[in-house]
């Protein structure tokens, strides 16, 4: 299996064009349609995404990506955090939790917002497991 580093999103945080099609200038291009910022790596068969923005589904599907192995957080903004929920079908498909990784910050935040992630509460089963990366 070949080696790959995917950038799945380069636009701001509110994408581009926003959810008013405000474009700003500039020009009526496809390169200028741009999601969150988002990448994922292949690397000796292992699946690892850096952050799981709101666009993570569509970003997904687009590069056929069906596998996942863990997630790097470089921040705990919800451009970066929001699409979280959306990575619970690869807790069913491995039956194991998803390692996460991120600054105590990070980590704090996300146990904070997303606690249905880590915890078990309404139904939910946890489907996360936190690791601090020390700087």
């Not at 636009?11 to 009526?28: A, D, M, Q």
């Not at 687009?62 to 596998?67: A, D, Q």
């Not at 939790?97 to 996300?110: D, E, H, Q, R």
């Amino acid at each position: 299996m070949k080696n790959k580093f995917t950038i799945l999103g380069c636009g701001s945080s509110l994408g581009s064009p926003w959810i008013t099609n405000y474009k700003g200038k500039l020009k009526n291009n496809i390169k200028n349609i741009r999601t969150r910022c988002c990448a994922h790596i292949l690397y000796k068969g292992l699946s690892i995404l850096i952050d799981t923005s709101p666009d993570i589904k569509y970003q997904f599907l687009k590069n056929k990506i069906k596998s996942l192995d863990a997630i790097m957080f470089t921040h705990e903004h919800a451009d970066q955090t929001s699409g979280i929920f959306e990575m619970r079908p690869f807790y069913w498909i491995n039956k194991k939790k998803i390692p996460i990784y991120g600054s105590k910050k990070t980590i704090k935040a996300l146990l904070k917002k997303y606690t249905f992630c880590f915890k078990a509460k309404q139904g939910y089963k946890p489907i996360m497991k936190t690791n601090v990366v020390k700087k």
